[in-house]
DNA sequence: TCGTTTCTAGAGTATTACTCTAGAGTAGCG
DNA sequence: CGCTACTCTAGAGTAATACTCTAGAAACGA
């Protein structure tokens, strides 16, 4: 039984991975199964008995890939960590994820589309909720103590992500070829002006 | 000559007309050929003699849609502007774009790809830095002037439209239904503290 | 009216996502 | 060992669809 589980899990995490590297090459609509099939070696019965579709396959590997991406970031910050050091460390953790798991990422922001992931989009705001909900474990006490200013967690994760994105899709598309954390720094210093409260500013503000 | 041209123009309007609707309602993928050539009362080989490939369609509808969108970004600044006031315009043009285009905004930042936008590249490089130059006749005076932070003109953009942008990708593709302009007065005070130098800060500070 | 060019038409083709039927491997149970 | 039930593998077959090809219509200049 459990090598049995085993054969069949690395069926379909080889095809999984297949999948991954194919779409990564060739976009979405330009990997074909037989394609992501030959690579991972399993037969066309096997590959639609495991993953009713092309989208489905393309829906779990979305899952996985996220998960993997929350991990990273949810692993930046810890109870200790005062509100610049937290937020430096949230964007440097979304920068170096991005680069260093670029095909992952790619796949995430790039190729992946909301209509096939319409499907699973019940898992993706669990996902998208439990990250939530550990950034706010670090996050409430600070908002509490007036270094981080209010707002909400959707509004946070914006100022945080949301440059800092706009560098990385530049990087992933191929439209930018300079590395994103290139902007590292400019990036952190304008988002604890923007979301850091005037009290942890002075602590340390800044210094030319 | 000019009813010929004409004629051309509409019958190439009719199918990117008929292309935006249907990649809006059934993707890009899940949009054929036969179904944009069918609302635009096109023949298979009008639409092949016109467009080389369903891909070069969307290419072109890609550049024409993204001109009209920097279009409504140049048009919310001018030289008169301080720059508290042009962070906030800036901000709610591109909330305010997105939202009333949502059709145009869903092809723009969900639907197009970058494997097919490589082919007009180019193109695409030349009015993104059309769109840089414009705001910078704007933005470069304040900077002189100690009212806007010195920063890249692409870091610049990145704190506007990157944490807006986090709240308009949610909303087109439909993960979240609150329309994103409810933001727009967080947003802009958090871009303002990000990027409005203290001089100007100072002048108008935030009043409770 | 003729020649040239541009556009329209729609039948034909190759590719590809997906289906279907058959059978191999494995576990449980006597 | 044999029987049953089940999961997984195999690959031939099918329907859909992006694109090609050949022929002709329309526009236009001479």
Redesign the interface.
């Known amino acids: 039984m459990d090598r049995e589980a085993a054969q069949v899990a690395t069926a379909r995490d080889d095809l999984l991975a297949a999948g991954l590297a194919v779409f990564d090459r060739d976009?979405?609509?330009?990997a074909t199964v037989a394609a992501i099939r030959t690579r991972a070696r399993a037969s066309n019965g096997s590959f639609f008995h495991l993953f009713g579709s092309k989208k489905e396959l393309a829906g779990t590997l979305f899952l996985e890939i996220l998960a993997r991406y929350h991990a990273a970031i949810v692993a930046a910050v810890d109870e200790s960590c005062g509100a610049r050091e937290g937020v430096a460390r949230l964007i440097r953790a979304h920068l170096d994820w991005v680069v260093n798991s670029r095909r992952e990422a790619r796949y995430l922001f790039?190729?992946s589309?909301?209509?096939w992931?319409?499907a699973i989009?019940g898992a993706?705001?669990t996902q998208n909720s439990r990250l939530a909900e550990a950034v706010e474990r670090w996050r409430a006490p600070l908002v509490e103590r007036g270094e981080l200013l209010p707002?909400t967690s959707?509004?946070f994760?914006?100022?945080i992500?949301?440059?800092?994105?706009?560098?990385c899709r530049a990087w992933?598309?191929?439209?930018d070829r300079t590395d994103p954390r290139e902007?590292a720094e400019?990036?952190i210093a304008?988002?604890i002006?923007?979301?850091v409260g005037p009290d942890a500013i002075q602590k340390t503000g800044e210094t030319a």
Chains 1, 2 share one sequence.
């Open positions: 976009g979405f609509e330009g790039e190729i589309r909301s209509e992931t319409e989009r993706q705001r707002m959707s509004v994760f914006s100022q992500i949301g440059p800092a994105q706009i560098f992933l598309s191929g439209r902007q400019i990036l304008c988002a002006r923007a979301v």
